[in-house]
């Protein structure tokens, strides 16, 4: 039987080594939650646990059927820690799940302020660089391709608490972002995006620029894990420096 960890730190040895911010959110009770499964001495010893936050599940210790198959409704992406782990997302979703790859960049990057303040500086007079308020959380939150720079947290109240995010706006309307997707004791993961017919103009790096160095203000670390090269190469026109690549899998209901 699955159950939800409230004893986060029992799990913390199973993900040692593992530098991902939002296994980080799990584990400090910060955002996301932690699912294990009963073992053979009767819960005394934790093998496997999952953790879960937003779109994402990471799969720790012994491979478990019934962890991956604790899936919440909808698209998921997984993230096996074995090739183990892998295997067994691939027998539980056979051919629904899609293997990807994503791209880690180092957790310890040392920003040059000057060069993401001149970035900024660089947008053009027509739009305007906002930080994320409860008028625009609703804006975020009402069009699919800004949704996810808000929807990590459980509501608007949490966001604008917990939060920390900015958008540019043209004529009053949201056409970039860039948001913490999560949150940990000592950070934020990034979230960027660009409405589609605003892109490559630049909007994206501007929100980041602006998004790092309010981070660096407050001392928390922006945390970025790139989806595509596309991603990675923006990460890397800001300062960040590759770490690694690591296999995930993406996993839709089709129902």
Request: proline fraction near 2%; aromatic fraction near 12%.
């Amino acid at each position: 039987m699955v159950y939800e960890l409230t004893e986060t730190d029992r799990a913390a040895k199973l993900f040692e080594g593992w530098e991902e911010t939002i296994i980080y959110s799990c584990l400090q009770k910060v955002m996301g939650k932690l699912y294990a499964a009963e073992d053979s001495l009767g819960g005394k010893c934790l093998e496997s646990a999952a953790a879960c936050l937003g779109d994402f599940m990471f799969f720790a210790g012994k491979p478990c059927k019934e962890l991956v198959m604790r899936k919440p409704d909808g698209y998921v992406i997984m993230v096996p820690q074995t090739e183990e782990w892998a295997s067994v997302i691939k027998d539980c979703f056979l051919g629904t799940a899609r293997q990807i790859t994503r791209y880690a960049m180092r957790k310890d990057t040392v920003f040059h302020e000057e060069r993401l303040k001149r970035m900024i500086k660089e947008l053009p007079r027509e739009y305007r660089l906002q930080p994320i308020d409860e008028e625009l959380y609703d804006q975020c939150i009402a069009y699919e391709w800004s949704r996810d720079l808000v929807s990590g947290f459980e509501s608007k109240a949490a966001y604008m608490k917990y939060g920390l995010g900015v958008v540019i706006t043209k004529n009053g309307e949201i056409v970039s972002g860039a948001s913490s997707y999560s949150i940990y004791r000592d950070g934020i993961e990034i979230e960027v995006d660009t409405r589609e017919d605003e892109r490559r103009k630049s909007l994206a790096a501007v929100c980041c620029a602006e998004l790092i160095l309010e981070c660096l203000k407050r001392k928390l670390y922006p945390s970025w894990d790139a989806h595509t090269l596309w991603s990675v190469h923006l990460a890397e026109k800001l300062g960040y420096e590759f770490s690694h690549e690591y296999i995930a899998y993406e996993v839709v209901d089709y129902d």
